[in-house]
């Protein structure tokens, strides 16, 4: 399938297109990249004189002059006016199953319609997505996909949730937020992978359109937040409980590196912060490093380490404890908590079988936490 507005050298340079993009139901809503501005929603003037402006989406706070990006190469202040430039400019359009994100307790085996527009406010030394994450939406090649085409091109391919994924959904927050008001009246669920680094403000009116969020928690430790990621560790945890508090779905992301973050003693220590701010239903995926972007020298994960750090979690008392990049590992399934039994049997993104029935256990009939159906 052609998909418009592609060039064969420019279909080539952005390299994410998988083939479940090809699939994509696009007819004449997809066209060629045009000049697209929207003013960002939190900032303000900090020197009307020389028309410098400081963002207020993030913790990092950004004074920018004029003529200049922010740290996130997303936000660029225009003649004393902070821009966004990645709004309807998204760089990644695919459809995705839902246990890609990952989502194991939301809608199973269900499609998400996933997009990202370039940049990022983290410096991730091991980013898998770096080409699109640590560039400017000046840099990539785009699409000019408004809110509303999102939201029909999600109908059209038959998918019950969009995505805001791949970079850091933050940096494309006014983009990611209108298009979640039209999603949520079309009854269309709006989930997010982020790394949960926002200010409370924006976060807060986020979460009113927001189903479910799978925060990626990179380490239990600030030094290793600071010196692989360049960002801080404490505005994450406080993103985690307001996304709890407000209601929405949470799922955790850990990103196991060995020798960086794999310390058993850090694990447990994440994982009693999780039962004791969060609760013990909240899913935590242990996903396996391999080599990426700026640490192609570190090996990957040995698979004993991701099982050990699933048994910590399990021990301290979570109940939805997962493995991830282990394809076929038990640890992939979810279980029960009552009765121990595989209620969604997974390989990879595949769901091979599903026992759960008006969101109970098939076999015992206790409730299970997640959103099950919409």
Known sequence: MDVKGFSRREFLKIGFLTPFALQLKIGEA???QGDVY?????????????RTVIC?????????????????RARKNMKGRLYSLGYSQPCAVHVDPIEKKPFFNVLPKSSSFSIASAGCNFRC?????????????EDTVNENLSPEMIVELALKNGCKSIAYTYTEPTNFFEYMIDTAKIARKKG??????????????PLKELCKYLDAANIDLKGFNPLFYRKYCEGELPPVLETLKTLKHSGVWVEITNLVIGGHNDDAQMIKDMCQ???????????????????????RNIPPTPVSVIEKAREIAMNIGLNYVYTGNIPGNPGENTYCPNCKKAVVKRVGYSIMDIHIKNGKCSFCGKNLKGIWNI
């Open 188 to 201: 269309i669920l709006n989930i997010q992978h982020s790394n949960g680094y926002i200010n409370q403000e």
């Open 125 to 137: 030394r091991y980013c898998q997505n770096w080409q699109i994450s640590q560039v400017s939406p």
């Open 38 to 50: 929207k003013e960002a929603l939190y900032y303000k003037v900090y020197d009307e004189k020389a």
């Open 56 to 72: 207020q989406l993030c913790p990092r706070g950004c004074i920018i002059p004029e003529g200049e990006l922010g740290f996130c």
């Open 273 to 295: 912060w999780i039962k004791k701010e969060l609760g013990i239903d909240v899913p935590v995926h242990f996903s396996r490093f391999f080599p990426m972007y700026k640490m």
């Open 30 to 32: 997809f066209s060629k």
